[in-house]
């Protein structure tokens, strides 16, 4: 719903902000197809109709969450969860914008199941992650900045045999009353006892359309970029 946002950007989802000619969303559905990605499934809540009409020619699947308002990415997670189909699976947030070196190096790793973190962001971080080895140690919005060795971009892979791994899980979390975290949570969950990678994506540019501020960055590298109004 993007409430600390939304008043800059006419209350619209995150992922629908104007990008420079096009909408985020639409954005990281055409960068996903043309990086080979078959499937692609969008969950939707908050004004729904909107993002749909958005997407009603990229051929794509959507989840509906009614309860986005009192649930978390979890939530809609559990109501995708029948586009869970046990093949390699890329799960990523909504709001966040990514350019396409990021996805290259996500498909072309083979660290499963693995998170990317960006260790230049540090004192700015918001999700900090503390990783050893390129495995995940601790995490958390607390941790202090001496503990953190990079930020959370709200992007995974798993492998085929881990969805199953994850989809369970996220299930048993759900009927567990545990509906108020994030998606990535599960792999948090996991992570006691299995280990979850991550990749360091330093030096590409990112961003999470979470204040004003992130969406100026977004604007800014486009434009630097050539790639306004494309």
Request: hydrophobic content about 40%.
């Amino acid at each position: 719903m993007g409430t600390r946002i939304s008043r800059f950007i006419d209350e619209c989802p995150k992922c629908m902000v104007d990008i420079g000619g096009t909408s985020l969303i639409k954005y990281t559905v055409r960068l996903l197809r043309q990086k080979g990605v078959g499937e692609i499934t969008v969950a939707v809540g908050y004004k729904a109709d909107m993002i749909k009409d958005e997407l009603k020619d990229e051929d794509v699947s959507f989840a509906f969450n009614p309860f986005y308002d009192v649930t978390n990415g979890i939530a809609s997670m559990w109501f995708a969860k029948d586009h869970l189909t046990y093949e390699e699976t890329i799960i990523m947030s909504g709001d966040v914008y990514v350019e396409p070196e990021i996805i290259d190096k996500l498909i072309k790793t083979t660290d499963d199941p693995v998170l990317l973190a960006d260790s230049s962001r540090i004192i700015e971080a918001d999700y900090r992650y503390n990783y050893e080895n390129g495995v995940l140690k601790k995490f958390g919005k607390d941790l202090s900045i001496a503990d953190t060795t990079g930020e959370c971009l709200g992007i995974a892979k798993l492998g085929k045999d881990f969805v199953k791994v994850y989809k369970d899980h996220m299930i048993e979390m759900i009927n567990g009353q545990i509906h108020s975290v994030w998606w990535e949570s599960v792999l948090y969950d996991l992570s006691s006892t299995t280990d979850i990678y991550i990749n360091d994506i330093a030096g590409c540019f990112w961003a999470e359309v979470d204040y004003v501020e992130d969406y100026k960055r977004i604007l800014a590298h486009r434009k630097e970029k050539g790639m306004l109004n494309i």
